[in-house]
């Protein structure tokens, strides 16, 4: 016979188990679709280091935090949604919980509003892949080139 607790046991390890599978599938598609980095590898030596992408409007260490604080903050929302956090813990941490998450969303909307300007900018077709890709073709004077014009803005 199973108690009730082992019921309630079981239904905790599914739900955590959705609660990370859907924090880790959401954050790689934030970081990877919606912002276009990390979606290639490098292939020059044999390094294999991914990339962020080969146009970056900004120092690539805003990219890397950037990164980590929607990593973090996309694994906390569920602590709103845990059973197992008293009402009173979930009062006090409520408002940073949404403060937190109106962040995530703004840096959101930063980098997915900056990956398209760069697509229209540069007039290439929408894509979700990394734009090395699309400069592969290019000459090192047209990479060249290219870095020169995004100090200028």
Do not use: P
């Not at 900018?121 to 734009?131: K, M």
């Amino acid at each position: 016979m199973h108690s009730q607790s082992q019921d309630d046991s079981h239904l905790f390890s599914l739900w955590l188990l959705a609660v990370v599978f859907n924090s880790l599938y959401s954050f790689y598609w934030d970081v990877v679709m919606d912002w276009g980095l990390f979606s290639n590898f490098s292939a020059e030596k044999g390094s294999g280091i991914m990339l962020l992408r080969d146009v970056l409007i900004y120092h690539k260490s805003l990219y890397f935090i950037s990164i980590l604080i929607d990593f973090f903050l996309r694994t906390t929302w569920s602590l709103k949604l845990s059973e197992s956090l008293r009402s009173e813990d979930l009062i006090a941490g409520g408002f940073i919980l949404e403060a937190a998450e109106i962040l995530r969303r703004w840096l959101w909307i930063y980098f997915r509003v900056e990956k398209e300007w760069i697509s229209i900018e540069f007039g290439h077709v929408r894509s979700n892949h990394s734009l090395q890709t699309i400069f592969s073709s290019g000459s090192e004077e047209e990479l060249e080139d290219l870095s020169l014009m995004m100090h200028e803005i």
